[in-house]
C-alpha cells in the first residue's frame, strides 16, 4: 500500500557501521511491525511497536539490533556493527486497531 | 513452533489454465489466515484474509481461497490466470487471534506465460 512509507529503499553498509531504517506508518495507523526477509526465504517477523512501546519483540536478534517509534515521527529499526549476514530486504507493516497489515515497499540493505 | 508452508516454490502455467497454491499451518487454535501477492517491483498487497464465518473467501482480481479446519489448510484458487498474475504469493498466519506476529511461508513465485 503506497500509504507506508520506508526510507531509505536501498542501503549499503560495511562491516561494523550502523543502519538506520524508517517506517512512516499510513495515516491513523499506530501499530508498526518490523519483517525482515532473506534471499530464498519468506518474511520473519522482529519485532511490533505502538507509540512509544515496545509490544512483541520476540523476533529480534538479541544484540545490535533495536527498534522504537516515538510519540512523534517515524519508527526506526537500528542495527549496529552491521555483518554481512544481515544483508536483507527490511519490511515494516502498519495497522489500525484491525488484524489487516499493510506494507511498506521496503529498505533493501546490503553489507559489503 | 508455528510454521506456514507453501508447496510449491514455483509455478508455470500459460493463461486461462487454473490456478491452485497450497498452504498448510502448524497451530491448533484460533487462527487468522491470508494470502498477499507482491508483484514484480512492488510491495506485499492484501489478496483476502479469513477471520471466522463462511470459510470460502474471496478476494480481488478474481482469486478466492478455502479454509478446511481439518486440513489445517488455506489454499488459494483462480478460475483461469492472466499473464498479469505473475507475481509472488505468499500464505501468512497469525495464531492464537492475537494482533501482529504474521508467520509467513516461503512464497510461491507464479508465471503465466501469455
Known amino acids: 500500500n503506497a500509504g507506508v512509507m520506508q526510507n531509505p529503499r536501498h542501503l549499503v553498509r560495511r562491516r561494523g557501521q550502523e543502519a538506520r531504517l524508517r517506517c512512516s506508518p499510513m495515516?491513523?495507523?499506530?501499530?508498526v511491525y518490523w519483517y525482515r526477509q532473506l534471499p530464498e526465504e519468506g518474511l520473519k517477523f522482529m519485532v511490533y511497536?505502538?507509540?512509544?512501546?515496545?509490544?512483541?519483540e520476540s523476533g529480534m536478534p538479541k544484540e545490535r539490533f533495536s527498534a522504537e517509534f516515538p510519540k512523534e515521527g517515524p519508527s526506526i529499526l537500528r542495527i549496529q556493527q552491521v555483518v554481512r549476514g544481515d544483508s536483507a530486504a527490511y519490511f515494516c507493516?502498519?495497522?489500525?486497531?484491525?488484524?489487516?497489515?499493510?506494507f511498506g515497499p521496503g529498505t533493501r540493505l546490503t553489507v559489503t | 513452533a508455528q510454521s506456514v508452508s507453501q508447496h510449491n516454490h514455483h509455478v508455470i502455467l500459460s493463461e486461462a489454465a487454473s490456478l491452485e497454491l497450497g498452504c498448510n499451518y502448524s497451530y491448533g487454535g484460533t487462527v487468522n489466515l491470508f494470502w498477499y501477492v507482491q508483484y514484480p517491483g512492488q510491495h506485499l498487497q492484501l489478496l483476502l484474509k479469513y477471520f471466522s464465518g463462511d470459510p470460502l473467501v474471496k478476494g480481488i482480481k478474481g482469486f478466492e481461497a478455502e479454509f478446511i479446519k481439518s486440513k489445517f489448510s488455506f489454499n488459494l484458487r483462480k478460475p483461469s490466470v492472466q499473464w498479469s498474475d505473475t507475481a509472488e504469493y505468499f500464505c501468512?498466519?497469525?495464531?492464537?487471534?492475537?494482533?501482529?506476529?504474521?508467520?509467513f511461508g516461503k512464497g510461491t513465485k507464479l508465471s503465466v506465460k501469455p
Open positions: 507493516a502498519t495497522s489500525t486497531t484491525t488484524y489487516e497489515q499493510y
Open positions: 511497536l505502538q507509540k512509544e512501546n515496545i509490544i512483541d
Open positions: 501468512a498466519v497469525n495464531a492464537g487471534g492475537s494482533q501482529g506476529n504474521l508467520i
Open positions: 495515516k491513523g495507523h499506530s501499530h
